[in-house]
Nanobody, 121 residues
Framework: QVQLVESGGGLVQAGGSLRLSCTFS????????MGWFRQPPGKERELVAG????????YYKDSIKGRFTISRDNAKNTVYLQMNSLKPEDTAVYYC??????????????WGQGTQVTVSS
């Protein structure tokens, strides 16, 4: 059974940075494309970034392009989300997700428990 555990969330001032990590276990990490989602207070969950199995292809939501970077280390079974120039509107619960697919799609099979990111103004 695939398990995903996020870490690295917290409280940061606007303009600051955080790096989220998601550790994957229970299957072969390199078989899975990975994504980061977020759910702001009172809003629906949205896809923020995605990365293919190899790490060669990525996807970013328009509002975070140039500020966030998704990456993965297949040797460490971990996917990262580096978040720079954070804004109060980035405040949300951030979720890691996995899909057993050679390409990025909108359907993810496994989810982590989420980590809170709060950006103060």
């Amino acid at each position: 059974q695939v398990q995903l555990v996020e870490s690295g969330g917290g409280l940061v001032q606007a303009g600051g940075s955080l790096r989220l990590s998601c550790t994957f276990s229970g299957h072969t990490f390199s078989f899975y494309a990975m994504g980061w989602f977020r759910q702001p207070p009172g809003k629906e969950r949205e896809l923020v970034a995605g990365i293919t199995r190899s790490g060669l292809d990525t996807y970013y939501k328009d509002s975070i392009k140039g500020r966030f970077t998704i990456s993965r280390d297949n040797a460490k079974n971990t996917v990262y989300l580096q978040m720079n120039s954070l804004k109060p509107e980035d405040t949300a619960v951030y979720y890691c997700a996995a899909q057993n697919s050679p390409v990025l799609t909108g359907r993810y099979d496994y989810w982590g428990q989420g980590t809170q990111v709060t950006v103060s103004s």
